[in-house]
């Protein structure tokens, strides 16, 4: 029989049957458009997302922190990528000799990385800041849930000899102290991000939208010289050991430019290490603490009264007999003198001398020259801590402490304030600001505060200081002429004068032509003297004589007078 | 007509395998990119310890030590020191 034949197709089948399989597909159809609308047109940003999730990934790019340079390029600080190991403790279900294994490379001990291991934590750093080659060791044992993570870590090669003038970083290599704090902005890097496609197997494969490259901290260039700041940290280390102090500074700046050329203090410490910390080692002790200078202002005020005519360079004065009674005070210079000319009362630092040329001045204009070299407000070198000393102001001054001001008591400066403020002598009379950084050109001239006729007569005097008959002949250094001024001074605690001293020496050379300027302060020296001129003017003397050698300064006196006075000519004491 | 298709096809065919071929040189070249900033970026790591390295052994305290101690060396005194003035 013909299939078309069938008795079963004459059957006709109600209508509404196919009607209702039509209306079914119709609403199956009518479903899939309105899901598929529904899909691409309000879902469509989050499934592209979403999607996108699968593929494309953003990856950070660390910016580097900048370098800090010496004036000769010398590399000062550095930051190089270091791994830290961490470890999910749930997934890291090690074998004992795997532990051991461990434990070796990171060089800890056994039951630490067990004890660290077995804490209930989710994330534990099993060790920070290894060296890279290890950490590749590490990975390549494959041990579960051992990661490892990319950080930086701060290396200063230099040590302790830079530790106050760099400071150091912290946490996330964010700068804490010193230079990297004052230009954390500069050295900081601003991290990049990019966008990029990866395939099954974590390959880039492609750059997606959005790239910001990562932007690395900029390069700093001090004014140090690794090599000056070498001899004044060694120097003034000995100087503090041999006098058993308790704690010095030192700074050498170059005349010429006010260039910051070294800074060390003591104690110090050393930034790769910085477990068992102090804040005596931490103490910037040139910038951040004051101190009565003592002898080392009477130059100022000397200065001021030659600039305005009261006193020449051979005006004699009555300093016998060797005390002088002010209002209800007396002040003593350390042995009687007699009739001293102008330039003898800085040579042999008579305080009587300072006293009467003091009280020859008006107040307001003593004050107004102690501001205008510095004193009473901080340098503003951007270091953290500065602070300004204290003038006090001239309205409530009394005779007494106008005289005593004269020769650096009742007044307070830091060692940096003091060294600056010697720039007027070192150069013509003008001061130029001082700089941390190199700078490519020399600042043209400063604001004039003396007259160029009183620095050179001034000059002339500190050059005596040096001569037999001075307060330091030990601050000579063979081949050059020096010029400076001792200071020792009690120190004052709880508002009282102890006797207790701090002993500075402040000067510069070549005289003809000053290159250099150094001051050197020790604190509480208690192995015998305690005059500026025993104490700090040999360390003075011995980083100058290398720090001129290193820069070829050509020599400007001649030899045979230096080596016929011999080193051990009677000190004459200055006044305290 | 059917020779105008035929070229048109053609094009299109020679179009598509242009931009499949580009695509993928684009694609090793982007790689290679990408690893010559890896290098790049490996190198001024190294370039840094290095420079790091260099400071340290250069480090005027080690310098002063070997030539006092092994070198028996000492700074000049003053009288052995001969001044030669620039030629002017």
Sequence with gaps: MKFANSPLLSQRLPAWRSRLLLLGILAGFVTLAGWSIYLQGFNSTFLQEKGAQRYSRVIELPATRGRIMD??????????????????????QLQPAQVNQLAKLLEMDVREVNRKLAGNRDFVFLKRQIPPDVAAKILALDLPGIHDQTEYRRYYPS??????????????????????????????????????????????????????????????????????????????????????????????????TGE????????????????????????NRALTDTFEPGSTMKPFTIALALDKGKFRFDSRIQTAPGWLTIGTATIHDSEPHGILTVAQVIQKSSNIGAAKIALTLPAEEMWDNFEKLGFGHPLKLGFPGEVGGRVRPYKNWRPIEQATMAYGNGISVTLMQLAHAYLVFARNGDLIPLSLTKLDSPPLSGKQIFTEQTAHEVRAMLEMVEEPGGTAPKARVAGYLVAGKTGTAHKVEGGIYVNRYVASYVGFAPASDPRLV????????????????????????????????????????????????????PLIKEGT | MLR??????????????????????????????????????????EWGQLQLEQSTWAAPARVEKIARDKLHMKPPTADQVITIEAAK
């Design chain 1, 71 to 92: 004036r000769n390029g010398g590399v000062l600080a550095v930051s190089t990528p270091v791994k830290s190991i961490w470890a999910i403790p749930e997934d890291a």
């Design chain 1, 159 to 256: 040590g302790d000899v830079t530790a106050h003038v760099l400071g150091f970083t912290g946490a996330g290599d964010v700068g804490l102290e010193g230079v990297e704090l004052a230009y954390q902005s500069a050295l900081a890097g601003v991290s990049g991000s990019r966008r990029v496609i990866k395939d099954r197997r974590g390959h880039v494969v492609e750059d997606v939208d959005s790239i910001r490259p990562p932007q690395d901290g900029k390069d700093v260039v001090l004014a140090l010289d690794d090599r000056i700041q070498y001899l004044a940290y060694s120097n003034l280390r000995q100087a503090v050991i041999d006098n058993k102090a308790k704690a010095g500074s030192i700074v050498v700046l170059d005349a010429r």
């Design chain 1, 260 to 283: 910051v050329l070294a800074l060390a203090n003591m104690p110090t410490y050393n930034p790769n290490n910085r477990t068992k910390l102090t804040g005596a080692q931490l103490r």
């Design chain 1, 518 to 569: 150094i001051a050197v302060m020790i604190d509480e020296p208690s192995a015998g003297s305690y005059y500026g001129g025993d104490v700090a003017a040999p360390a003075f003397s011995r980083v100058m004589a290398g720090s001129l050698r290193a820069l070829g300064v050509a020599p400007d006196a001649p030899l045979t007078p230096l080596q016929a006075t011999n080193q051990n000519t």
């Design chain 2, 4 to 45: 105008a298709n035929l070229i048109l096809i053609l094009l299109v065919v020679s179009s598509a395998l242009g931009t499949v071929s580009s695509n993928y040189r684009a694609r090793k070249l982007f790689t290679a990119l990408e690893q010559a900033q890896v290098r790049m970026h490996s190198l001024e790591v």
